[in-house]
């Protein structure tokens, strides 16, 4: 008998392939037109004080209104724009929009913190762009935080920290966002003006619960406080490990348990919200620690 397990039928996943290689050029095509179609939007989600449950501040998180497929999460159009030459219109978009909006919280609201991508940052212009959108929208840079990851600084580390530094100068503060998760060293964070490290959700949501995690989130915690950082732990999503973080040191919290990003008009009633902090009340047991 011949062997007929060689004669395997590709045609369907050659048609998977080119279904998703389509759905790709059409992507990249539709994104040199959505900043000027409108199709861009920022959400905002609350940064709470987990200790007081205050707001204090909101991050921007861009939307894609893509006709042809509803709303696109930026894990599945950023790294696109990067790579196609789109990202610079997008982030000033966005930024422009953040500005807008957190300029409508009032005088002494929170602050709205704005993630930049490493490409922007390879731009000499930057930060007179980022001066020119304070300065139409009227928010004071004291207000605005921008967060760059460790990747912004593979590439022209002198030129980069140069420009954080002329940011820093219009009162902007400086965050690093997914700490811990990309390719750097920790001498960064001698090198590079920072005021705050976002700690990411991978190690926060094992928080408590593998030693592994626990054990560095602590380490992080540690590092910020003692080089005198400020603190957003990402991705909190229960109770329990609000408190067990609140219980470690002061820290902005952000994650599903207290709103997921929502657009700008909704974000009006948690300008001045202070949360109830059910979380406080939660026991805090550390399993690992
Ligand atoms: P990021 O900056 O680390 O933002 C946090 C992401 O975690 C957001 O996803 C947010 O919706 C999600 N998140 C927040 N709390 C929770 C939680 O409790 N559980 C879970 N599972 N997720 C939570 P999003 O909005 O899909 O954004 C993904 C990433 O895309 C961002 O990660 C950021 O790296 C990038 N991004 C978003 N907006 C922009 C932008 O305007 N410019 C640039 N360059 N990148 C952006
Ligand atoms: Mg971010
Ligand atoms: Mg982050
Ligand atoms: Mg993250």
């Not at 789109?86 to 909006?101: S, W």
């Not at 002198?158 to 390719?183: H, K, N, P, Q």
Request: charge should be negative; proline fraction near 4%; charged fraction near 25%.
């Amino acid at each position: 008998l011949a062997d007929k397990s060689a004669d395997i039928d590709v045609s369907w996943f050659n048609a998977e392939i080119s279904d998703e290689f389509r759905q790709r050029n059409d992507r990249i095509r539709d994104l040199d037109h959505a900043v000027e179609r409108g199709e861009i939007e920022s959400h905002f989600q609350p940064l709470i004080d987990i200790r007081t449950g205050r707001t204090a501040g909101f991050e921007a998180l861009a939307r894609w209104h893509r006709p042809a497929e509803g709303m696109v999460r930026p894990d599945e159009f950023i790294a696109l724009a990067e790579e196609y030459g789109q990202i610079n219109m997008i982030g000033e978009e966005i930024l422009r929009q953040a500005c807008r909006t957190a300029a409508g919280w009032g005088d002494g609201g929170p602050f709205v913190s704005v993630n930049v991508s490493p490409i922007q940052l390879q731009d000499p212009t930057f930060p007179s762009m980022v001066a020119r959108v304070l300065a139409e929208t009227g928010l004071p840079g004291q207000r605005l935080e921008l967060e760059i990851t460790e990747n912004a600084l593979i590439k022209d580390l002198d030129a980069v920290s140069w420009r954080l530094e002329c940011l820093r100068e219009l009162g902007i503060s400086i965050a690093i966002d997914d700490f811990g998760t990309g390719y750097s060293s920790l001498s960064l964070l001698t090198k590079v003006p920072f005021s705050r490290l976002k700690i990411d959700q991978s190690f926060i949501r094992d928080f408590g619960r593998t030693r592994e995690s626990t054990i560095i989130v602590d380490t992080m915690i540690g590092i910020a406080e003692r080089l005198g950082l400020m603190i957003t732990a990402e991705g909190i999503e229960n109770a329990g490990i609000a408190a067990l973080l609140a219980g470690r040191s002061a820290m902005l919290g952000q994650g599903y348990l207290f709103s997921k990003p929502v657009p700008a008009p909704e974000t009006t009633d948690m300008v001045s919200r202070y949360w109830t902090a059910t979380w406080m009340a939660c026991p805090s047991v550390l399993e690992f620690g």
